[in-house]
């Protein structure tokens, strides 16, 4: 199985139990994951952004502070501003959220039900889910030189045949490289192949 198929499928697992959606937010660096995968409410997600919640989400905190999973009920972080109680009348009104990995890297995901507790046995798959998620999605430490110079070539504003002409080789060899960069960055355009080794400081 591909890595994207895999990732695939273990967010479709993740959403069956999850009832009412969930917020997974992969190797946190520099307060930004590497990636982001959702399906709250979008009446939710929107209130959620407009008031900036993020920056005092007990969830969050909680995730930051400790690794391994935590019922909403048994959240032991403060929460002045009542944004646990604002999720439940967007629906959101039992929760669990799980943390993992390394604080220069943390993994922090929130899954919801509207009628009842997630179960401790569910708890155990959705936390083993997530540490699965985590594990497959490590960064590169590194880009082999060939994807680095194809790269830089992108950055440069080179297009295709003038980035194979100043390194050597063909359209398509530069083209094979770009495709190699992207799947080592597990990234679907140039792009954001470009933008996450800048994040990764491999460049």
Not at 89 to 96: S, V
Not at 124 to 135: F, G, M, N, P
């Amino acid at each position: 199985m591909s890595l994207r198929a895999e990732i695939s499928a273990t967010l479709s697992r993740l959403q069956k139990l999850a009832q009412t959606g969930y917020l997974i937010g992969l190797h946190i660096r520099f307060t930004s994951p590497i990636m982001t995968f959702q399906t709250y409410p979008q009446a939710w997600s929107d209130h959620y952004t407009a008031n900036a919640f993020a920056l005092r989400d007990p969830t969050i905190a909680w995730g930051f502070s400790t690794t391994g999973s935590v019922r909403w009920s048994a959240m032991p972080i403060p929460d002045p501003f009542g944004i646990m109680a604002d999720a439940g009348r967007h629906g959101l009104t039992y929760g669990l959220t799980v943390s993992c990995g390394p604080i220069k890297s943390r993994t922090i995901a929130s899954f919801a039900h509207s009628t009842r507790e997630f179960t401790d046995d569910e708890i155990e798959v959705i936390s083993a889910l997530v540490r699965r998620l985590h594990d497959i999605t490590e960064p590169p430490e590194s880009l082999t030189k060939a994807q680095q110079e194809a790269l830089r070539c992108i950055a440069e504003g080179d297009r295709h045949a003038a980035a194979a002409a100043k390194l050597g080789i063909t359209e398509s060899a530069f083209k094979a490289r770009l495709i190699s960069a992207r799947e080592r960055l597990m990234a679907k355009t140039t792009a954001e192949a470009l933008q996450r080794a800048k994040d990764y400081r491999l460049l």
